[in-house]
């Protein structure tokens, strides 16, 4: 069992940042964010997998947000840059030990966070 514990949300002004992280137990092979809007199905917005590290994102974070790993910290963060009141969301960290791919898909992670809300004001 992999625990994930997500910290860092907040409320932010249009074009403001912010900095999520989650807390790992053990190490896994692919970690991403995903975050849920009301109403919205739930969508990844950040992935990073492998030994080296390789990131995906969609088009709608692509350039704004960066997700990185620190694998002796046993943290995974996603700065989030130039936010908008769309990416106001709860978002949540997850993890699957075998492989992921760059679709980021759901149903691909076992373990995940109870999430931190994400509010960004107009």
């Known amino acids: 069992q992999v625990r994930l514990i997500e910290s860092g949300g907040g409320s932010v002004q249009t074009g403001g940042s912010l900095n999520l992280s989650c807390a790992f137990s053990e190490y896994s092979y692919c970690m991403g964010w995903f975050r849920q809007a009301p109403g919205k199905e739930r969508e990844g917005v950040a992935l990073?997998?492998?030994?080296?590290?390789?990131?995906d994102y969609p088009d709608s974070t692509k350039g704004r947000f960066t997700i990185s790993r620190d694998d002796v910290e046993n943290t995974l963060n996603l700065q989030m840059n130039s936010l908008k009141p769309e990416d106001t969301a709860m978002y949540y960290c997850?993890?699957?030990?075998?492989?992921?791919?760059?679709?980021?898909?759901?149903?691909?992670?076992?373990?995940w966070g109870q999430g931190t809300q994400v509010t960004v004001s107009a």
């Open positions: 997850a993890a699957t030990r075998v492989f992921c791919g760059a679709a980021m898909n759901e149903g691909e992670f076992t373990y």
């Open positions: 990073i997998r492998g030994d080296r590290g390789y990131t």
